[in-house]
């Protein structure tokens, strides 16, 4: 079955590390998208990648970093720089044409105490 | 500024009759629009989408709305189903600039009575 993992489920972590959030796609997707989803706020961006190797920032990508060394993952690290880290993360793919829908994993759940 | 919104956080019907759902964009370099449906702890799933080029757009109980001069759209469910109840998101993707990436509304929780 074709989709998009995101692991772990929940991820808990202290506050001053860093942790790294695992996306894999295997729909053969070109683009993919980092959101991430707070209560009443809808879905931010945090990063996107149109291509391997090469990535832009969205709109919230401060204390954020990714790579996009192979076409299928797009690992997003929370660093300690980010100042509200918990919250629910969304990966996101697609191919790269304006007008073709996401395909979301399922999230995960991040808590840092 | 929020260039995509659902004013409504949160919506009550009775199961079998019509969810009527809600959203208003102002960027008129808009010109696809996809609603997604998110059940809690789970990412969104794609619903339906509309080109700017149509008006409507049918998919079995879901129907979209357009209109473009009053840059809004709706999505109407009938018959409403108690699974039905989801957080129900608005996202707009312009032609040209962010190469494309959506932009999504804030939700609306659409909760079906029995």
């Known amino acids: 079955d074709g989709g998009i993992t995101q692991s772990p489920k929940y991820l808990f972590r202290k506050e001053g590390q860093n942790v790294t959030l695992s996306c894999e796609q295997n729909?053969?997707?070109?683009?993919m998208y980092w959101y991430r989803q707070d209560p009443g706020q809808g879905l931010r961006l945090i990063y996107y990648?149109?291509?391997?190797?090469?990535?832009q920032k969205g709109d919230i990508a401060e204390g954020y970093s990714v790579s996009r060394e192979k076409k299928e993952s797009f690992p997003l690290t929370v660093t300690s720089a980010q100042k509200n880290p918990t919250a629910f993360y969304l990966c996101?793919?697609?191919?790269?044409?304006?007008?073709?829908?996401?395909?979301f994993g399922n999230g995960t759940r991040l808590t840092v105490t | 500024d929020q260039q995509v919104k659902q004013n409504s956080p949160s919506l009550s019907v009775q199961e079998g009759r019509i969810s009527i759902l809600n959203c208003d964009y102002t960027n008129s370099m808009f010109d696809y629009f996809l609603w997604y449906k998110k059940y809690p702890a789970e990412g969104p799933t794609f619903l339906i989408s509309i080109s700017s080029i149509k008006d409507k757009n049918e998919d079995g109980r879901f129907t979209v709305f357009l209109n473009k001069s009053a840059k809004h759209l709706s999505l109407h469910i009938v018959p409403s189903q108690p699974g039905d109840s989801a957080v129900y998101f608005c996202?707009?993707?312009?032609?040209?600039?962010?190469?494309?990436?959506?932009?999504f509304g804030k939700g609306t929780k659409l909760s079906v009575k029995p």
């Open positions: 996202a707009a993707s312009p032609r040209r600039g962010s190469q494309g990436n959506l932009i």
């Open positions: 996101a793919s697609r191919f790269d044409s304006y007008n073709s829908p996401l395909h």
């Open positions: 990648s149109q291509i391997v190797n090469d990535f």
């Open positions: 729909l053969n997707h070109d683009a």
